[in-house]
């Protein structure tokens, strides 16, 4: 098949569940003919597709990178004020028992009657809340997406059991004060939610993907003096883990300008959307 959207930003609608769900897709100017790469980006709790659009700029590495990006969209009492069911969290969608694996599903089976999709390179990006989402799918529906990212937010579910090894890439400042670097309650939490912890999150996904539990771990030398520093982890596998702290950094999607500014501070020392298409483009 083509893909029959035009190119520019385009929403589209299914009922799920009883529900009526929506998301928004981005289709690049340069998109290759043939089956084409798809980048899915959750928004955090308190947040919308529309936001997340914005917060994160994929768009704009899309353009550049030649790869559709679906902003999906969560449910809550207020279209502009959504959540995801990522397990331990958040509001609406917790509270409800909303099945967003199975929206997932749908969304993307919508999306191939419009997109000529490669089912080889699909791929989930989150934030926070939606960060969890992206692991809740690494862990129950593996089956569709090649790898995931996950920034600032940990996972939500215990025991995760996917049926093949999934490659992971976690980034997280140390300063996060919603979804602390080590576990807990944040400082400024909107849920009052325990979250596990970054190293916790970790080590559950080296023993999923049976990976060495020595890292290699690399010290970035710093190209903006903004108080931060990053730190890599490698962990090698049957699927690759790889962790990037960001010391000193806050609740941020790292390269792009805080929003709003009570997040923490967000570093220039790494560019989230460079680094996420890269250690996808490699799956």
Not at 24 to 43: E, K, M, T
Request: with cysteine.
């Amino acid at each position: 098949m083509t893909t029959t959207l035009p190119p520019g930003e385009h929403q589209r609608s299914l009922r799920v569940d009883e529900r009526d769900r929506n998301y928004l897709v981005h289709i690049p100017a340069n998109l290759a003919s043939g089956p084409v790469p798809v980048v899915l980006a959750f928004h955090g709790a308190t947040s919308n597709a529309r936001l997340m659009r914005s917060f994160c700029g994929l768009s704009d590495k899309a353009e550049q990178a030649g790869f559709v990006v679906v902003y999906p969209s969560g449910t809550g009492h207020s279209a502009n004020v959504l959540s995801w069911n990522g397990g331990v969290c958040c509001g609406y969608a917790k509270y409800y028992n909303v099945d967003d694996v199975a929206y997932v599903r749908a969304l993307l089976d919508d999306l191939a009657t419009v997109v000529d999709l490669d089912p080889r390179r699909v791929y989930a990006a989150g934030m926070s809340n939606g960060a969890m989402m992206a692991y809740r799918l690494a862990a129950e529906c593996a089956d569709r997406f090649a790898a995931i990212a996950a920034v600032a937010g940990p996972m939500g579910i215990d025991d995760p059991r996917p049926v093949r090894a999934v490659p992971v890439l976690h980034i997280h400042g140390t300063d996060d004060q919603f979804a602390p670097y080590d576990g807990g309650v944040g400082r400024r939490s909107l849920h009052g939610v325990p979250f596990r912890s970054v190293a916790d999150t970790i080590a559950a996904w080296v023993r999923v993907n049976r990976c060495d539990p020595t890292p290699t771990v690399m010290e970035e030398v710093s190209a903006v003096d903004d108080g931060t520093r990053i730190v890599r982890h490698l962990y090698r596998g049957e699927a690759p883990v790889v962790l990037i702290t960001v010391e000193g950094g806050g609740h941020i999607w790292p390269g792009r300008p805080p929003f709003p500014e009570l997040l923490g501070k967000s570093t220039q020392n790494l560019k989230a959307n460079d680094v996420i298409w890269e250690f996808f483009r490699g799956r």
